[in-house]
């Protein structure tokens, strides 16, 4: 198998918007693929959350801390059986303020995630634009690639349109966005199955994503 020869810069996309390429080792990679597996088995399961509209997202979803569902948050799996929300672990949380203050250069920031989405991709499996906005507080999403490579899209704050930023996000990779485009709409057109991609012991062609968040929400 052949890896990229030439590093890739990091980047900082539009204010506030990070990009951090291999922010992960391989190791890490692994340990956060092995517990996303955990989760993603655990209970109920991973599921595809229906829309308001009718429809189900084409990504199969677990969460940590809060569940949500479109477009809440809660402390139970209301639209599976009902059973609490998997815990957040501490470690994960560590996880999340170390990326933060890599990605925005200042070891002194503070970050307190109360919730992570673990959002698996595969197929064609794809994510809207969308803002996430049913959080209470303006902290920063911190968000971990795993596995398969895909194209995610970083717009404006305004509306789904463009002006936009295309990424090529690539396992082990860190994005966070915050500040000023803290609410900047973002999806993921498409994954990129063509390219090398190291062993984590995710099945061939998937893509795994954490995003943290700080809802700053209260049972
Ligand atoms: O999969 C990604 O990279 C983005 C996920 C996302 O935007 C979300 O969970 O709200
Ligand atoms: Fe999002």
């Known amino acids: 198998m052949t890896f990229e020869l030439i590093a890739r810069p990091r980047r900082t996309v539009a204010p506030g918007v990070v990009h951090v390429p291999d922010w992960l ?22 599921r595809r959350a229906r829309l308001p509209s009718g429809s189900t997202m084409t990504v199969a979803a677990v969460c940590l801390g809060w569940h949500w569902s479109p477009y ?7 639209d599976q059986d009902g059973s609490p929300v998997l815990p957040l672990p501490g470690w994960l949380r560590d996880l999340g303020r170390a990326a933060l203050r890599d990605a925005y250069e ?16 595969d197929g064609d499996a794809r994510m809207g634009q969308h803002q996430d906005r049913e959080e209470r507080a303006p902290d920063p999403v911190v968000s971990l690639s795993l596995g398969a490579a895909c194209v995610f899209r ?21 994005v966070v966005f915050g500040r000023e485009n803290r609410l900047a709409y973002h999806g993921v057109p498409r994954l990129l199955p063509d ?25």
């Open 25 to 46: 080792d391989l190791d890490a990679q692994r340990h956060l693929a092995d517990a996303c597996r955990e989760w993603a088995a655990a209970g109920p399961g991973a």
């Open 72 to 78: 809440r948050y809660s402390r139970t799996r209301d």
């Open 106 to 121: 200042d070891p002194h920031l503070t970050y307190d995630p109360d919730v992570a989405l673990v959002n698996l991709y």
């Open 154 to 174: 970083v717009g404006n704050t305004e509306n789904r349109n463009r002006p936009w930023t295309d990424l090529e996000l690539c396992s082990g990779d860190l």
């Open 195 to 219: 390219r090398d991609v190291p062993d984590l012991g995710l099945p061939p062609g998937m893509r795994v994503n954490v995003t943290l968040r700080v809802t700053d929400l209260a049972d």
